[in-house]
């Protein structure tokens, strides 16, 4: 069955840069485009990144372009969020997603960043 397991969140100054990963399992993970996705708390879910399969085309929110790189490693059937540069509004749980048939999330990890 198809896994998404996220870590690489945790607490951070302003200023500072995380690496989150999404490891995959249970599908061809070089077929289907990823995406980050964020939320806080009493707003929508917001979409952050997105990557293509074979990881040639990028697109990202107007808020973390410049800042975040979305990128992914066949090999490791990982995907990736650089994230630097951080502010307070990049505070947030990130999910990763698959867009296999229907969908599929990871359980997110909590961006927290305060000074």
């Known amino acids: 069955q198809v896994q998404l397991v996220e870590s690489g969140g945790g607490l951070v100054q302003p200023g500072g840069s995380l690496r989150l990963s999404c490891a995959a399992s249970?599908?061809?993970?070089?077929?289907?485009?990823m995406r980050w996705y964020r939320q806080a708390p009493g707003k929508e879910r917001e979409l952050v990144a997105r990557?293509?399969?074979?990881?040639?085309?990028?697109n990202y929110a107007d808020s973390v372009k410049g800042r975040f790189t979305i990128s992914r490693d066949t090999a490791k059937q990982t995907m990736y969020l650089q994230m630097n540069s951080l502010k307070f509004e990049d505070t947030a749980v990130y999910y990763c997603?698959?867009?296999?048939?229907?969908?599929?999330w990871g359980q997110g990890t909590q961006v927290t960043v305060s000074s």
């Open positions: 249970g599908f061809t993970f070089s077929s289907y485009p």
């Open positions: 990557i293509s399969s074979a990881g040639g085309s990028t």
């Open positions: 997603y698959a867009a296999v048939s229907g969908g599929y």
